[in-house]
């Protein structure tokens, strides 16, 4: 674990601190903080979803966005606190941590590891666990910190309908009038009489 930076955050009066972690590092205290936050939604399950392909992506070495974390205790880690004592506590008390975001990409995590354990190939098992992986970890934070926080970093969840991800994957043929005809993409809207 090692700590990158760390922002102050005046919104909620807490520190910002942004580490690199192994996946195997963080799934060795992961399976002790999935239930610390009873405001988060539960598990999705569906082998047909966007997790059953991250969890195919993650065992080939694909980067995720940061997991967002918060450290509950209050008064442990303020500006002067060291990098050395901040990788300290976090790896002494991970029970005081709590997922704010990426809980899913936890499930999805732990299904990967269980996965290869399965297959027997320590090889790859080894190249999973020790991929890199982000965490914020907000520090000291209260019940109020805890529900905005979660909030702003929900407020994108309204998933993308099926049109909008075709004409992703089509942008080259959408761009190109064929034949006087111009096609408009869901993010235009309707055209005008």
Known sequence: MKVLSRIEDKRITSWNIFVE?????????????????DLQRKRIKSSKSVYSLLKTDLKRGCVIPPLVLALTESGIIDEKTSDEQIVQYLNVNPQNLMILDGLQRTYTMIAAKEELEKECDSR????????????????????????????????????????????ILYKNLVDKHIDGVKLLTETQGKIKP
């Open 21 to 37: 972690i192994t996946i195997g590092e963080y799934l060795d205290f992961a399976m002790d903080i999935l239930e610390n936050n």
């Open 124 to 167: 790859n098992l080894n190249e999973f666990l020790g991929q890199k992986l982000r965490l914020e970890v907000y520090t000291g934070i209260n019940k109020f910190g805890i529900l905005y926080r979660m909030l702003t970093l929900n407020t994108g969840q309204t998933p993308m309908s099926t049109r909008h991800q075709i004409e």
